[in-house]
């Protein structure tokens, strides 16, 4: 296509992490993980993971974006409201969930009611709506 180079173009690697289940904070279980979130294009977040022992140096991984928050719509603009956009400008767009049982991906996928959508509620309505400026 010529234009490989421009940002925008190319798979991004999004991370969220959900917050502690009620089981594991009953339990007094600590994340071992600290973030430094990153939801804006052009901005890579970090994801720093910690020995819980203390005898390894912490590992850093860089994403794309790297969310850890609850806020249903901040994650659809960052993933969702993105992809649909580039559908809109002539490319192919995949949004997949990758993760371990009882990680978040159906929550963050599907979500719950009203604000609470998750990110395919949020595109379909967003795809009804452009299909319908376009009549």
């Known amino acids: 296509?010529?234009?490989?180079?421009?940002?925008?173009d190319c798979v991004k690697v999004?991370?969220?992490l959900r917050p502690l289940s009620k089981k594991e904070l009953g339990n007094n279980e600590t994340s071992i993980i600290e973030l430094e979130e990153a939801t804006d294009p052009g901005v890579t977040g970090n994801v720093i993971i910690s020995d819980p022992d203390g005898k390894e140096k912490p590992a850093t991984?860089?994403?794309?974006?790297?969310y850890g928050g609850n806020d249903q719509k901040l994650l659809y603009e960052a993933i969702g409201l993105q992809a649909l956009k580039a559908m809109f400008g002539g490319y192919n767009g995949t949004i997949f969930a990758y993760g371990q049982t009882?990680?978040?991906?159906s929550w963050s996928m599907l979500g719950g009611d009203g604000e609470l959508r998750g990110i395919i509620p949020r595109v379909n309505e967003e795809?009804?709506?452009k299909i319908q400026e376009q009549i």
Request: glycine share 20%.
């Open 14 to 16: 999004a991370l969220r």
């Open 127 to 129: 795809l009804f709506v």
């Open 102 to 105: 009882g990680s978040g991906k």
């Open 1 to 8: 296509m010529g234009d490989e180079g421009k940002p925008g």
């Open 61 to 66: 991984f860089a994403f794309d974006i790297v």
